[in-house]
C-alpha cells in the first residue's frame, strides 16, 4: 500500500479523499456541464407535506398497523376525507 500524503484524507468507508479536488465546472466543458443539469436531487413539491407529532391511543395505532404496511397512508386518508366532508374543520 502506498504512504498517504498530508493532503489525502480517508471518509468513513476507507476512500481516499484529496483536498486538493476541483470542483467540475473547472475542469470540464461547458456542453458537459449542461448535459447534466443545473439540479441536483428530487423536484420541490408545491405543497410539501408537514411533520408532526401526535399522541394517539396505543389500540388506535395497533388498528391501523394490523391493517398493513400502508397504515399512515390510511390513516391521512381517513383524516383528509374528514376535512373535506365538513365533520373535520379545516383552519
Known sequence: MSPVSSSTRRTPSGRRRTSRARPGAEVLPAEVIAAFGGRRGRPAVPEPKRVVTLRL??????AYEAGGKDWRA??????AS??????????
Open 82 to 91: 374528514g376535512v373535506t366532508a365538513g365533520t373535520i374543520e379545516k383552519t
Open 57 to 62: 391511543p396505543p389500540s388506535l395505532i395497533a
Open 74 to 79: 390510511r390513516m391521512e386518508a381517513v383524516l
